[in-house]
Structure formats: structure tokens, C-alpha cells
């Protein structure tokens, strides 16, 4: 990396602190009446998604084991999931969304949706699509594959 292209770097890092500080503030202003938080709804989202376990989750928010517990006894103190033990390793639980869950998680995004469309309206359409590719292999690291066919020929046409 050259010098020029390493100080581009670190403005970049500089700025997604700042989108993701102006994101979350708006996001939790939102999400407050309803009890919850940005790492709750996103923590709602992940398992929605699939993702099952707090070691799972702990992994894929980079986040600490700690806060995790904290975020995942809260909703379920909410009533918005269960934990049961997993069948495979009795030291394991796992985690789903209840139907109230669910619906809470339908409303948050019913309810931050006008935090991102002011966020992200600016560049709205092809370079959000191309923006949110770019992220996906800055998360995979330097072994991400290449972007097909598609994705670099809209990186082409969105600059």
C-alpha cells in the first residue's frame, strides 16, 4: 500500500466511525420507546438470519461475551426469544425469536426506516448496492474473491 493510498485508508476508517456514531445515535432515538437498542435489533436480525448461538454471535458483531449475555437476557426478558439446550451439546442454547420478537422486530425496522433513508438517501440506488459490496469484502478480508461480472461492471458505471 502506498503512503497516498494508506492515508486514504485511515479517512476512510475515520469516516465509517463517523457514519456508524451518526447511525447508531439515530437509530437508538428511534428504537427507545420500544425498550430497545441498535445491538438489540441487530443481535434480532442475526438470529432471525440463522444464527443460533451467543458464540455465534459474539463472532460474527465482533463484539464481548459480557455485553452479549446482557443484550440476549434482555430480550429475553422482553419475551422477544427463547433459549432452549441444543440437542447436540447440552452446554449449548439455542437461540430463536418468539412471534412477539418478530413482530417487535418488524416494527423497529417499520420505525428506523426514515434513520436510513436519511443516512443513506444521499447516495441511494446503485451506489448503496455497490457501497454495501464493498463493506462485505472489507468484513471478509483480503481472502474475499474478486467481485463477478455484475458487481464490478456497476462499480463501473456508479462512478
Do not use: C, W
Request: aromatic share 2%; no cysteine.
Amino acid at each position: 500500500m502506498s503512503e497516498n493510498e494508506g492515508q486514504v485508508a485511515i479517512e476512510v476508517g475515520v469516516l465509517l466511525h463517523q457514519v456508524y456514531s451518526r447511525a447508531t445515535a439515530g437509530l437508538n432515538a428511534e428504537l427507545r420507546p420500544m425498550g430497545l437498542t441498535s445491538r438489540h435489533v441487530s443481535v434480532m436480525f442475526l438470529i432471525r438470519d440463522g444464527v443460533e448461538t451467543q458464540r455465534d454471535l459474539v463472532a460474527q458483531l465482533g463484539t464481548d461475551k459480557t455485553g452479549m449475555v446482557r443484550v440476549v437476557d434482555d430480550l429475553e426478558r422482553l419475551g422477544h426469544l427463547t433459549r432452549t439446550q441444543s440437542a447436540r451439546d447440552r452446554r449449548v442454547a439455542l437461540l430463536r425469536l418468539t412471534a412477539e420478537g418478530e413482530a417487535e422486530l418488524r416494527l423497529a425496522q417499520q420505525r428506523t426506516k426514515a434513520v436510513a433513508d436519511e443516512l443513506f438517501g444521499p447516495i441511494g440506488g446503485d451506489d448503496l448496492g455497490a457501497l454495501r459490496s464493498i463493506l462485505l469484502r472489507v468484513l471478509r478480508g483480503p481472502a474475499a474473491p474478486a467481485p463477478d461480472s455484475a458487481d464490478a461492471a456497476a462499480g463501473a458505471t456508479s462512478g
